[in-house]
């Protein structure tokens, strides 16, 4: 058998490791002011792009898709080629890849703060960025899957299973999740409502944790665990069995963000067993990751990337068990919408992600600039600023989750909620803020040695820009070729590209078929009230700056079915209130009170419209320990009115029942009802014009929830 | 003779890993990265079993068995049954009686409830601003400490003065009508809201 010379080309290995670490930088420095935004609220100086609810789509958008995803295009263009013993297809297909998912980013980064969102969370950007991702998305499997084609070696290594799942989900999510009817070039309304789209959005957020953090992150396992410690993959059938069963369960579990919510009681019970199905083959990666370590772990003292992989590795076992366990619904009664859920994140994401890339880097720089690291020492010791980092950021959150929901569930003896203002549970767990602060300090001080570091290794060396290889040309005709193995029809099958990639496609669409297709064709999954009207133009207009704004990264729209909720924010949410809501707000964390019922008068949440209106202005005159950022710019922006009847328009297309033409109408009854609210406002001594955001805002807020207690 | 020939053919499979004496799988070679063969650890194997029969009964506890633990609608409602039935053993025979407390307790209690809740409108100072001023002598609905009791719990609800009979026990708004009328009245806020109602001396 002839064999064949051929060439890696190192460039956009280079290109991409830079991007992660640039971009890591940026987000998490992003994150920190998040963080410091939370203790000193006022911190954002009266600017929307600093203020918490603009940046934090930004931090989280940035660390996924920018600081991790270049991660995974680094691992992949430097470790498919070598695994499958062929260059990447396409120079051409990779500078689009990489320079296209730059300019992605960049158009995130401009529009996010600027509150250009669809508010769904890590689907926030608008529309046309959506298209940009995709395209850049089908870019990147063209040449990853023709490499794959062109490929020398028979067989393909499980990294590479990993990522050809990857691919296939992502696109498949983001595409489902991200349906859009676009109302302008920088507005768009996406095409499910209410319960629904939590449930899209829940089945693409969990799964972007799954396919976009965890499965192209064991294809990073995978390769640089055991290349960094020179040791074999522990188990060959350890990683046929978890790959499967890790990808088809996944798939099932995005229910668990929503129980005790409007969900049907029979999505939410396969979002727990799923869930608490996933242990096994998610500990099945991290077994075959450390056990892969056994008689290397002399090397594990001394070295600061296996050290990295091992509490990485380690991060993603704690992580994916207290998954599970949070999604027991007893559990989660707990800790939904508390910064237990935080908390949680950043073990995976800090721990699992972060750690892995920082090995990962460390173990690719040298051997691309052919020369030695430039301080291990230096490496060790950003090694422990996150290691303890992480434990300082997630420790004191688990207290702050715990003790806040303790304090939301407290009733008095005589059957009275113990802590009836909400602010009380939130000054009380300040101090845990601070902590996590100081912790996210920490951390991110060992990112800046990792970028000195990885700086000074940089410049000392020389770039490899090419490396030579060979390898017999691939065998073709498999045909009668003997596999005798206890696993031979799976060895079979990592010969064959298409067939394997078919069957990981069949595996991920079955979990979101059965939970979606009963939500959207059976009726009584989401009971009609009669008593839910469509919303006046003014009441639409405000619900989007609710949503430029980012008001549900702190304010919940989800009263859940307990008797600690309903007395303090009334009736539990049904699923037919949200059948005009697109897109749905029910929001994952509660930094503030649940906003359901904030417009039923007779309900203890129930604010006047002046109170709103110097609330938002400056919140800390109202309550001084308030922790809300103030919002002054609702006050002298005006509502884009003009835009109306294209909403309108798009709402009619959508099913909301409107009168016919009423797009035409729709201004002036904007008008009147902005001069009833203006009117009001003025009554109460306060200088207002009607055509301001805060009266759209106002006039939402004094909607939420009061439908069904109309007949009251 | 056919087990023994797939014996012999296995055999042949494997190299032995000298560190740990598993044996490596021939063949499996990518870019230097070996596999071993071994089998799948049986605590995982256990591990996931459990949790496949964990959500098999579960599923036959909610589908087939309707369990209402797991409908949260039922066990809502019985949530709130025992507390009502609970909560009106405890209510059973008490009765409350409107009278201004000048006690230094109550007071506190007061203060401590006028400044976690009445202070969002009617500020910490009790100088009005979204509510009225409490500090002077102008009262919109009376100034005796029944007036005063029945705003608090009922509401002036189209004026946005909210009910605090389901959030608030009877003595706890009678301890803050106490600290207005006691504590409050008289005193001289930073910012004080024009006079509302009518002057009672």
């Known amino acids: 058998m002839s064999v064949e010379r051929f060439t890696y080309d190192n460039k956009f290995t280079k290109l991409f490791m830079y991007a992660t670490i640039l971009w890591g930088f940026v987000g998490m420095l992003v994150g920190l002011t998040a963080a410091f935004d939370l203790i000193f609220p006022v911190l954002n100086a009266g600017i929307p792009w600093l203020t918490f609810s603009h940046i934090r789509p930004l931090h989280t958008n940035a660390v996924i898709f920018a600081f991790v995803g270049n991660g995974i295009f680094t691992a992949v263009y430097y470790a498919t080629p070598r695994l499958l013993k062929t260059p990447m ?14 300019l992605i980013i960049v158009a995130a980064a401009l529009t996010l703060p600027l509150g250009l969102t669809q508010s769904k969370e890590y689907a926030e950007l608008i529309w046309p960025i959506d298209v940009a991702v995709v395209i850049i998305w089908v870019i990147f499997g063209i040449n ?68 976009f953090l965890t499965t192209p992150y064991l294809g990073v396992m995978y390769y640089f665990v055991p290349k960094a410690a020179n040791r074999p993959i522990y188990s060959y059938k350890l990683s046929i069995i978890h790959f499967w069963a890790l990808i088809f369960i996944y798939i099932w579990a995005g229910p668990h963000h929503l129980l005790y919510s409007a969900l049907p009681d029979w999505v939410q019970a396969l979002g727990v067993v799923f869930s608490i ?15 892969t370590l056994r008689g290397a772990w002399d090397k594990v003292r001394k070295d600061p990337v296996l050290k990295m992989f091992v509490v990485g590795v380690t991060a993603y076992g704690m992580s994916t068990f207290e998954g599970p366990m949070l999604a027991l619904k007893s559990v989660n009664a707990l800790s939904h919408f508390t910064d237990w859920t935080i908390a949680h994140v950043h073990i995976g994401t800090l721990g699992w992600n972060g750690m892995l890339t920082f090995g990962m880097v460390y173990w690719l720089v040298p051997r691309l600039f052919s020369t030695k690291l430039f301080s291990r020492s230096l490496a060790n010791v ?31 003896d005589a059957g009275y909620l113990a802590y009836p203002n909400f602010l009380e549970t939130v000054t009380q767990i300040l101090p845990m803020y601070a902590m996590r602060a100081f912790g996210g300090s920490l951390y991110f001080t060992g990112v800046i040695l990792f970028v000195i570091n990885i700086w000074k290794t940089v410049a000392a060396g020389k770039f490899v820009r090419y490396e030579e290889d060979q390898a017999p040309a691939r065998e073709i005709d498999t045909h009668g070729a003997k596999e005798n193995l206890q696993w031979g029809w799976h060895r079979k099958l990592e010969g064959k590209a298409v067939k394997f990639s078919v069957f990981a496609f069949i595996a991920i ?69 949200g059948v005009y809501d697109f897109p749905f707000q029910y929001g994952s964390k509660r930094t503030g009170p649940d906003l359901a019922r904030e417009g039923v008068q007779s309900l203890p949440n129930y604010k006047p419209d002046s109170w709103h209106y110097n609330h938002m202005l400056d919140p800390q005159k109202m309550n001084a320990e308030s922790i809300m950022p103030p919002y002054p710019w609702l006050i002298t922006r005006n509502i884009d009115i003009a835009s109306t009847p294209a909403k309108i ?64 | ?27 499996h070679d990518y870019d230097g990265i070996r596999e071993l063969d071994n089998d799948l650890p049986p605590w995982w194997k256990w591990l996931f079993y459990i949790t496949i029969a964990f959500a098999i009964i579960y599923s036959i506890r909610l589908f087939v068995f309707k369990a209402p633990d797991l409908i949260q609608n039922d066990e809502y409602q019985k949530e709130m049954a025992s507390f009502n039935a609970s909560n009106a053993v405890a209510k059973a025979g008490k009765t409350f009686e409107v009278k201004l407390l000048t006690d230094k307790a109550s007071l506190a209690k007061g203060s401590e409830i006028w400044h976690k809740i009445c202070a969002a409108c009617h500020m910490a100072d009790g100088g009005g601003l979204v509510g009225p001023n409490m500090t002077d002598k102008y009262w919109i609905h009376g100034n005796t400490p029944r007036d005063l009791y029945n705003v608090v719990t009922n509401g002036v609800i189209a004026k946005g003065m909210l009910s605090y009979k389901d959030q608030l026990s009877d003595k706890a708004r009678m301890d803050v009508v106490s600290y207005i009328l006691v504590k409050l009245q008289g005193t001289k806020p930073a910012h004080p809201k024009a006079p509302q109602g009518k002057k009672y001396e």
């Open chain 1, 89 to 102: 297809y396409s120079k051409t297909l990779g500078a689009i890849h990489f320079w296209g998912w730059q």
């Open chain 1, 144 to 211: 990853f899957f023709m490499t794959i084609v062109q490929r020398r070696m028979k067989h393909m290594y499980v990294a590479i299973w990993f990522w050809i799942a990857t691919w296939i989900t992502v696109a498949v999510l983001y595409i489902v999740n991200n349906l859009q009817l676009p109302t302008s070039l920088l507005h768009s309304y996406p095409i499910y409502a209410g319960v629904q789209d939590a449930l899209v959005q829940w089945w693409y957020g969990h799964n972007a944790v799954a396919f």
């Open chain 1, 277 to 291: 199905m996933l242990i096994a083959p998610s500990w099945g990666g991290m077994i075959n990751g450390l056990l």
């Open chain 1, 382 to 412: 950003h090694f422990w600023l996150a290691t303890l980092g992480m434990l300082f950021f997630a420790i004191p959150l688990y207290f702050a989750g715990i003790t806040q929901s303790l304090m939301w569930k407290q009733f008095t």
């Open chain 1, 509 to 577: 669409l079955i979990g979101g078929a059965v939970e979606m297709i009963p939500m959207f064709m059976i009726k009584s999954n989401v009971p009609t009230i009669a008593a839910v009207k469509p919303y006046t133009p003014l009441e639409l207009q405000g619900r989007d700056i609710y949503v430029s704004e980012g008001c549900y990264l702190c304010h919940s729209q989800m009263i859940r079915p307990f008797r600690s909720e309903t007395e303090r924010y009334g009736e539990y949410t049904k699923a037919g209130e």
């Open chain 1, 649 to 712: 328009r798009a709402m009619i297309k959508l099913g909301v029942p409107y009168p016919k033409n009423y797009a035409d109408k729709a201004v002036g009854d904007l008008k009147v009802q902005a001069h009833k609210i203006a009117e009001n406002l003025r009554q109460s001594g306060i200088k207002v014009d009607d055509n301001k955001e805060i009266i759209a805002l106002i006039a939402y807020l004094q909607r939420l929830g009061t439908d069904i207690y109309k007949d009251k």
């Open chain 2, 1 to 27: 003779m056919d087990k023994e020939k797939n014996h012999l053919q296995k055999d042949e499979e494997y190299e032995i890993d000298t560190l740990t004496n598993d044996r490596l799988i021939k063949g």
